[in-house]
């Protein structure tokens, strides 16, 4: 087996996990159809603009919940925010904890909120990394002369 062919292989399996792991939903895959050779990093422009908009979200819920009197309304508002690119891109997990968040919001409940946002950090870090990861690995595989087996 080649080394192209491995790599190809690899990412593959990579990806898959992704998916069986929850990291990632269908629209991940519709977000992949849309790039060709006109826009051949639209996938990673698309994702590199989510972390964007995910980092300054949790830094404003970290702000909003770090408030003596707490506007539910705004917080709401930014997890919903969060919770719409998230499911733009796929991010399956980051929504799921989104959801459970806003029912928080919802009912007013500080220690919910708090530890909603504690959860978010943490799925949002970790599909963060998969992405970069997967990123690098279909940059790989491109620098070798293979082509990304996903699209």
Known sequence: MDVVTQMQRQLLQYTSSLFKEGFLDDQFNQLQQLQDESNPEFVVEVVTLFFEDAERLLNELSKSLEQESIHFRRVDAHVH???GSSSSI???RVQR???????FCEQQNV???LKSLQEIKQEYSLVKTKLETLFKMEKQLFAAGGSSVSR
């Open 81 to 83: 925010q969060l919770k």
């Open 90 to 92: 796929g991010a399956q």
């Open 97 to 103: 904890v989104c959801i459970a968040f806003r029912n």
């Open 111 to 113: 220690e919910g909120c």
